[in-house]
Each structure stands twice: as structure tokens, then as C-alpha cells.
């Protein structure tokens, strides 16, 4: 049974192996709350997952860690197992959804472990851990559904009361749930006033389902670049201490995400992957109710592969209205390309590209499109471009 002892014992194992994460005030990010980062994207391993997955091996009994352990993994969980195994001379095997990045692989086997690439997504390799576990024998270290990992996640919570003692919220990432489990047990027991908010992508919300359902509910499929929190399905332990310790689950799309990942790199210089940015984009655009609060956003991860980073960081320009893109149908004459060019100019645009092409069937004869892209402000300064370009009598499609 999780107890605060447990979560307090987890503290005390863990103290010299991993960082007691500082937190970063990010006044920014939403300026009508008072704003904390708890920077679990600088742990060692670059995620929490090391908490619990070290403190769960720590308990394991001399029989259970002669057969090695076995975990499935996006990616963070399976570093977490991969080098509390080493650290503890115990054989570690983690099966990997095929489609984990590159760099989460390559960290992995960096650690110490034995990877096995599973077709599909996390559910998946889940299935084939287990039965690798019954044929070979070795102890399986879940990703959420445990205890001692419940626990070990937790000592994020006594950090945090450690270091802002009067927060008034704490917004943390969901997957499978094992984090917020841990935060929210451990933080209502410290202080039963405090707001926990768990924060899912839209396109996998299986806890927020879930707690909508009134019971555990598997997706059919997951979609979003979180990839460290698409989970099909809660575990029963996590859905059971959500229901009672969180006080809200809300969702954020994929732009959002992009957006905070943006706003973390360029604000606060800090790297963050999808999963540990959903906190912050909660805040950002305000899907929790946190104004004049004191709140802690928990940056759970930071292992984003760098080619999925450019793709992500064009898509919070475009979400922050940092860039866009303009098509505009003109007559095909001589001067209304450097008319153009000139208006974007006067009113501050930086165009990027341009794309011009003649009309197709059934436009005008004489019509062409340009299609262009440009730097901006915001989404006023865009509106602006837009305003000058109509009253001009440029058609903006």
C-alpha cells in the first residue's frame, strides 16, 4: 500500500543517485499567475522516469535481481531501468515501441541495456516485455502501475514542498499516470488544499477518459508528438489514485505543445520533449484555472530528438504567430510582385519565401497566385500585413 513513509524512504535511496531539480521562476509564460518550472528535464537521464524506476530495483530481493529485469518504454522509462540496472550490476532488457527516436534508442543502450524493437506503439511493446518475462524469468519493472515507482515519482512532490512550501497548484503531464499519482499523493498529504492538475495531449487522453467514464478505458489508437505520454490505457493503480488525489485533467493539441516547447527554448533556455511541455502549454493558454495563483509546472522530460525539434519548433512560430503564410491572387502584370513586397516591408514583415505561379483552369486568364511566407510579431502585426495588403485591393485567399 503507497505511503507517505514509502514515498519518504524512496527520498533517503534516492539522494545520492539522482538531482534535486531546481525550480526556475518563468514570469512569461503566463503573466497572470505566478509562475515556477520544476526542471525534471535536467535529471540525470533527462526525465523523472530515474526515480522510480532506481527505487523500485533498490527493493527488488537478491533472487529477483539474478534474472535481470525487463521493462517497455517510450523512451525515458526505459533509461531510467537501463541505469539503475548498471548502477546496481543487474542485467536490464527494454523492449522499445519501433517508432521511439533514434537518440532514445541510442541513450538506452548507452546506459547499459539489451534493446529489443517492438512493431507498433507502447502497448505493444508492453506485451512482448511480459512474455519475454514469463519465458526468461526476469523481473519486470512496469513504467507506471507500481508502487515503489508510484513512490519513487513522488519524491518530486517533497522537492517541491521543500522548495515553494505555500504553492497554491501544481500542473503535471499524464500518461500512464505513475507521475501524477506520485505528486498528487504526496503533496494532498502534505497539504490537502493544494490543486493538482494533470494535463493530457488530445490525442491520447486515456486517463482523462477514464476518469470521465467512471472506469478504465482503453483507446483504440494514440496520435500526437508527446510521444513520452501516448498511452493507450491507465493503469488501475494510477486511475484509482487519480480519481482521489487529482483535482482536474484537462487536454492540449499539438500546436499548443509546439508553442511551449518554443516558449521554454527561447524565455527560459530550456529544453523540454512533447511530454514535459504540457504543462506549460496548459498555463500558456490557460486550460487551468491558475490566475493570481502561485503554480509549479512540472517539466517532466527533456529527451526530444533533435529532427523532430526543427519540425516543432515551425509549428509554435506558426501557433505563436511568430510566422505565416499568405497566399494572394493578382493579376499577372508587370510591379505587383515589388508591390507587394514593399507593403509586407513598410509594416515590418520579414518575408522567408515566395511562391508564384499562373492561374489554373477556370480562373482568370490574366490571374496569378503568389503564395508567401513571412516573419512576424504576433497575430495583431499579421493582421496588420493583411489590412495594408487588402486596402492596396490585393485578394488574400
Known amino acids: 500500500m503507497l505511503t507517505l513513509d514509502k514515498v519518504y ?25 505566478d509562475v515556477y518550472l520544476k526542471t525534471e528535464n535536467l535529471q540525470i537521464t533527462g526525465s523523472f522516469k530515474v526515480r522510480g524506476s532506481y527505487y523500485k530495483i533498490s527493493q527488488l530481493t537478491e533472487e529477483e535481481k539474478s534474472h535481470g529485469v525487463i521493462a517497455c518504454s517510450a523512451g525515458n522509462h526505459a533509461q531510467g531501468v537501463a541505469l539503475a540496472a548498471t548502477k546496481n550490476g543487474i542485467k536490464s532488457i527494454i523492449c522499445l515501441p519501433d517508432g521511439a527516436p533514434i537518440s532514445k534508442v541510442e541513450a538506452t543502450k548507452n546506459y547499459g541495456a539489451e534493446v529489443c524493437l517492438v512493431e507498433g ?28 515507482v508510484i513512490a519513487g515519482q513522488g519524491t518530486i512532490g517533497l522537492e517541491l514542498f521543500d522548495q515553494i512550501p505555500d504553492l497554491d497548484a501544481v500542473v503535471v503531464p499524464i500518461g500512464g499516470g505513475g507521475l501524477i499519482s506520485g505528486v ?11 490543486k493538482i492538475y494533470g494535463v493530457q495531449s488530445q490525442g491520447a487522453p486515456s486517463m482523462a477518459t477514464s476518469i470521465k467514464n467512471g472506469e478504465i478505458t482503453r483507446l483504440d489508437g494514440v496520435y500526437t508528438i508527446a510521444d513520452g505520454i501516448a498511452v493507450k490505457e491507465p493503469g488501475d493503480l494510477t486511475y484509482e489514485l487519480c480519481r482521489e488525489y487529482v483535482d482536474e485533467i484537462v487536454t492540449v493539441s499539438d500546436d499548443e505543445i509546439s508553442a511551449a516547447i518554443l516558449a521554454l527554448i527561447e524565455q527560459q ?52 504567430h511568430r510566422s505565416c503564410q499568405l497566399t494572394l491572387e493578382l ?36 490571374g496569378c497566385y503568389l503564395r508567401i511566407n513571412l516573419e512576424t510579431r504576433n497575430g495583431e502585426h499579421i493582421e496588420e500585413i493583411k489590412k495594408a495588403l487588402t486596402d492596396f485591393g490585393f485578394k488574400i485567399l
Open 121 to 148: 506503439v507502447y502497448d505493444d511493446a508492453y506485451k512482448k516485455a511480459l512474455s519475454l518475462r514469463d519465458e526468461k524469468g526476469y523481473t519486470f519493472i512496469h513504467p507506471f502501475n507500481d508502487e515503489s
Open 184 to 194: 498528487a499523493f504526496t503533496m494532498k498529504k502534505l497539504n490537502p488544499n493544494i
Open 9 to 33: 524512504h524512496a527520498g533517503y535511496v534516492l539522494k545520492d543517485v539522482i538531482r534535486k531539480t531546481d525550480v526556475i521562476k518563468a514570469p512569461n509564460i503566463n503573466p497572470e499567475a
Open 269 to 320: 533556455k530550456l529544453i523540454a520533449e512533447g511530454a514535459g511541455a504540457v504543462s506549460v502549454a496548459a498555463v500558456m493558454f490557460n486550460k487551468v484555472p491558475i490566475k493570481n495563483k502561485k503554480v509549479a509546472c512540472l517539466v517532466s522530460g527533456g529527451n526530444i530528438d533533435v529532427t523532430i525539434l526543427s519540425r516543432v519548433i515551425k509549428r509554435g512560430l506558426m501557433m505563436s
Open 331 to 366: 493579376v499577372d502584370k508587370p510591379g505587383q510582385l515589388m508591390n507587394v513586397s514593399r507593403i509586407i516591408a513598410e509594416n515590418g514583415g520579414n518575408v522567408t519565401s515566395v511562391h508564384h505561379e499562373r492561374s489554373n483552369e477556370g480562373s482568370d486568364v490574366n
